[in-house]
């Protein structure tokens, strides 16, 4: 069930809870229908709530691919430019431009 199907469902059943609420003649029906509407409110703004932030992670992760994107290719450009190699006298690595 997705996210705003499920909001949209716990929506609905506290707005049937409230309106069993209204038409209740006995008491405890009545408290039962009102804790009924408080307890599926709670689950509409929590899934509300989680909606939101599955967004906001979804939108922090494509910003840092991206940017990972971005590194990854800056540092293929560079390394495109420049050739490391292996210097037999020293033993070190020296760098030989292309």
Do not use: P
Not at 16 to 26: I, K, P, R, V, Y
Not at 42 to 53: V, Y
Not at 60 to 85: I, K, V
């Amino acid at each position: 069930m997705a996210m705003s199907q499920s909001f949209e469902f716990y929506t609905e059943r506290a707005d049937q809870s409230a309106a069993e609420a209204g038409t209740a003649d006995l008491a405890n029906v009545r408290e039962r229908a009102l804790r009924s509407e408080k307890t599926w409110r709670g689950l509409a703004a929590q899934a509300k709530k989680t909606l939101a932030e599955r967004v906001k992670t979804e939108v922090a992760r494509t910003e840092r691919r991206a940017a990972e994107a971005e590194q990854a290719a800056a540092l293929a450009e560079d390394e495109s430019r420049e050739c490391l190699y292996l210097d037999g006298r020293t033993g070190a690595f020296a760098e030989r431009s292309s």
